[in-house]
């Protein structure tokens, strides 16, 4: 009898679960497979997407960008099973943005249905539990859960996801302040688990970070604390507060939000990407910038001819030709695109205030109400179907980079341009802002304690003066770190220098993913892949249908060598 250990079943564990089932019949054959699945969360959802959280939390992916079912598009060795994508299982329009309880219902779908369509020589046992500790046996591993029980496997994954930290230095001193002076002080963490009743109503709050954690967060702290929205003629939201809601004065390294979701899919056929970029090591940040506008100028090219005054074939040949940045590649732009605003400007794109300084507060927010509508306008305008195709040539460079070490810049980059909050979100952001219910702080705040007044002080690069504020939230997840997990058996492991830490994450030998010791020696039965795993950040957002996504492949590699572990495979391989 073979026995594997899945540890998590969030979307990563759940892909795990269903690429072992599949590939069992080639490597165990009917041999007896035990697959015991741990996590205290409801399966298939887990953590982040578990049904009891408010349905104001929405998926920042469209529905039809969602699918936990490989397709024929993956190419891997186990069999493809294909299943629909979050939009065909829920009959909806492409573009909706599911509530996350809604999600959690698909992806327990797909967790049961890997149990129901199991072989039949395949057992599936969910185990509602946490995963406290595992030792070496003789040929296999024990596993301690939560619930008392013990569970003796061949070999076990590590799939976590997203896991808490103990609080940085930083945390743990503006804590004490926040004790010291009696205010209010939110560490970063989880919109859904943080104890938002801290925040007081009609008082400035200081929030440091813009993105998709900041996002979650306004929201609920506004229409979730009973503020509505009301459509107007042309469209646009306008807030009436309950009254209940504080004073957010938002600030990050950009100083603006992320870009919004677009609202329309690309017409024609993208480019075959990436035209450039490789793994190898050649200086990254040109290729990527040469890749992204090679496909944002294939879509101008082909969808908006009347925009350009060369032949695309011409203008590829030299374009191939010319480095990025160079003389010749300005040149050759400015001849095809005679527009400015035709033109891309990423490094614009990407540091949006960089070398902007307003004469007061009031003049930042005009401008920031300027660039969210302006934002709001190109995404849902296929006029500007070439933006979208840039971000088709980030997620092409995404997927080569899923195993490539983490690089912190190109992650940035990726969030803020492809990773962005529904357009939905961002009107309601502008909204917010006209009501004075946010206001920006612009780029690289700077928040101070004055122990004098008893409050924190932020000031920015982007305007004069200091907003002063009782309360302060860390609108951000925390970063990964292995060293500050709280989670019982990654701090058990660690402390015994049986796994270590790479840049913040859980260290595994790639391509096999095994769990790496102190030591740098390979675990031959503990393998780990997710978000906060060196290799993992295939599994860092959804796969999206019909483009070969790395999770898939890495699921079902790894699922492939997890079986080869087995008692079952090996006398299946000495038969
Ligand atoms: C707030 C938030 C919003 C997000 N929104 C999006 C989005 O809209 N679109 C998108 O593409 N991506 C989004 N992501 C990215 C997210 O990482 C992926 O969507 C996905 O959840 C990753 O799946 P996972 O299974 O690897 O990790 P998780 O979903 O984190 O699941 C890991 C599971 O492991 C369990 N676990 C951990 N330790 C133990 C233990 N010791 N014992 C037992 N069980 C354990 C946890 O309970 C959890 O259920 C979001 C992430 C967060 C945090």
Known sequence: MSAIAVIGAGPTGTCLVERICANAPELVGDSVLDIHVVDPHPHGAGRVW?????????????????????DGSVRCEGPIQQGPSLAEWLGCDPGFFAPRPVLSRYLSHA????????????????????????????AGQRLELSDGRWLEVDAMVLAQGHQSVLPSSQEVEQAAFAARRGLAYLPTGYAADLDLDVV?????????????????????????????????????LTYLPSGAEPLLHVGSRRGVPYHGKTGYRLSGSPAALPKF???????????????????????????????????????????????????????????????FADRLHLERIEQPLRGIRFGDLAGLQRWMHGYIAADLGRRADPAHSADLAMIHGLLSVHAVLAEAPSDPWFQRLFNFLASGPPARRLAELRALARAGVVTFLGADPRIEQDERAGTWRATSATVPGAVEARALVEARLPPP???????????????????????????????????????????????????????????????????????????????????GQTAGARLRAAA
């Open 200 to 236: 007081p109503a009609g008082k400035p709050v200081l929030m440091r970070g813009a993105g998709l954690a900041f996002i979650d967060l306004m929201v609920l702290l506004t229409s979730g604390r009973g503020g509505r929205f009301t459509s107007g003629a042309d469209g646009s």
């Open 111 to 138: 967790f049961e249905r890997a149990v129901r369509t199991a072989p039949r020589n395949v057992r599936v046992h969910a185990h509602r539990a946490v995963a406290l500790d595992v030792a070496d046996l003789r």
């Open 50 to 70: 578990r049904t009891d959280q408010p349905d104001l939390l929405w998926a920042n992916s469209a529905a039809a960008d969602i699918t936990i079912h490989t």
């Open 481 to 563: 770190s292995v060293s500050r997990s709280t989670d019982p058996i990654i701090s058990a492991l660690y402390a015994r220098g049986e796994c270590r830490e790479a840049a913040g994450l859980l260290d595994v030998r790639l391509p096999d993913r095994r769990l790496l010791g102190q030591g740098g020696a390979a675990h031959p039965r503990r393998f780990a892949l997710g978000p906060w795993v060196v290799g993992g950040r295939g599994t860092a957002g959804f796969a999206r249908p019909g483009v070969n996504a790395p999770l898939f492949r890495h699921a079902d590699a790894l699922a492939r060598s997890v079986l």
């Open 277 to 339: 970029f490789g793994s190898d090591g050649a200086e990254r940040r040109p290729l990527v910038a040469k890749e992204l506008a090679y496909a944002y100028y294939h879509e101008l090219f082909h969808a908006h001819p009347s925009r350009t005054r060369l032949d695309w074939a011409e203008f590829e040949a030299a374009f191939t030709e010319a480095g990025w940045g160079g003389k010749e590649m300005r040149a050759l732009i400015t001849k095809a695109v005679p527009r």
